[in-house]
């Protein structure tokens, strides 16, 4: 290896066993999961990465109690500064809901971070390209043949944890036959704060919805990091059609409202969400991380890459003992384990909040129901797992409906005082202003 992480000859020349596209904590979290189960893999694994570490990634860098789990599954640890936020504020308009985390959401710089990753894995035995990206790839009966950093390889397995613009994850869907629709949108940037402004947020993450009167369909947060600075974003549900010039605008409209500064540095990315009837694998391929798709209720991404990377690295063992490389069951065992039953939780969810109309309906119940958001977030602190408790959803669902009509006042009222966008009649609220994406408030 030089000093640059690229390969030597002798390394470009090898067949690996397995090579993966990605130095996220997706990728990282797979191979490191390959050298603990079987330590005679050293040497036969690769990670390759377009990028050189430390690099920039957005993200809200937010790590919640099964990204801790996970870490610790791994023998990884956190070595970086991090905030951490023993307290969620759910708010629209004039109402806020808060709730505590039973255990605290930790908030990184994913820069340090992810960097501080690729260092414990190295130390470990894995192999990590730096500036090396992943340029095209075949697959044939007996292995993967591919380019990175300029250089021809071989591998018997290729695992793209490469992210939304996966190479992978487009030669699986073209195989499977099901393009890709229209990812979820984030825009993120980071402020430099007064030590009085960011103490006011030091233990906090603030989740406000107060933007959906406008056409968004997500949320506008505000996370504290090290440094006396926030790290703040919008992520938005694809059902709603709105321009990152739209996002952006009102993005720096709502820091506006808090009075922050605005933001210089706004960086937007799409992101696709989990949906469990995309196929995740294909003859000797397998994606993870947000190449496999994110939690389309919240924007999560780094515990559902670090628990993803274990389940890939299970799936490849077999493989590699067996010498049946189609991992045909690699979606099932996504499906079925913890991370996979949350996703698919989340998706129908989403699907349910974020609807253009029937947001009006759903959202009460988030800002209304305090046992809702206590169990919401038991399931972010790691303590609880949603999809077990299919019960205390159900009697959430129940509630909801035998106090609808005064959730509905209430919320209505909250919604005409947030915006002019809509009047009150009757109780309901009622759109009176211009279309979805419009400059007005």
Known sequence: MT???????????????????GAGPAGISCAVALIRRDPSLKGRISVFDRARFPRSKPCGGGLTGRADQAMRALGLELTVPSMACDRGLIRFADLDRSVSLGRPVRIVRREEFDASLVAQARDL??????????????VDADGVSFSAGGARRRAKILVGADGVSSRVRKRILDRAG?????????FRSELSVSRAVWQRYADTMVYDFSLFPNGMRGYFWIFPVPGDRLNVGVMHDPSTPLSGGDLERLLQRQLQKYGLPMAEAVRGWPAWGYDSSRAVSSQRLLLVGDAAGI????????????????????????AL?????????????????????ELALDRQLARLLYHQERWKKLLPLILFDQRMVEM???????????????????????????????RKV???????????????????PIRVGPQVGSDHE
């Open 3 to 21: 000093s640059s992480g690229q390969a030597t000859p002798s390394m470009a020349e090898a067949t690996l066993d397995v090579a993966i596209a």
């Open 125 to 138: 035995g894995v192999v990590v390209q730096e500036e090396t990206p992943l340029e095209d790839f075949s």
């Open 178 to 186: 099901t393009p890709d629709g229209r990812p979820i949108r984030l």
């Open 295 to 318: 939690d389309a209720l919240t924007g999560e991404g780094i515990a559902v890459g670090m628990e993803e990377g274990p389940l890939a690295a299970d799936q490849i063992l077999v």
């Open 321 to 341: 003992r067996s010498g049946e490389f189609g991992f045909g069951g690699y979606r099932e065992a996504l499906r079925h384990a913890t991370v996979g039953r």
């Open 376 to 406: 919401y977030a038991a399931r972010v602190s790691g303590s609880l797992i949603l999809t077990d408790q299919k019960p205390a959803l159900l009697a959430a669902l129940i509630r909801h409906a035998l106090h609808y009509r005064s």
């Open 410 to 428: 209430a919320f209505g009222r909250a919604l005409a005082v947030r915006s002019p966008l809509y009047q009150l009649r009757n109780g309901v």
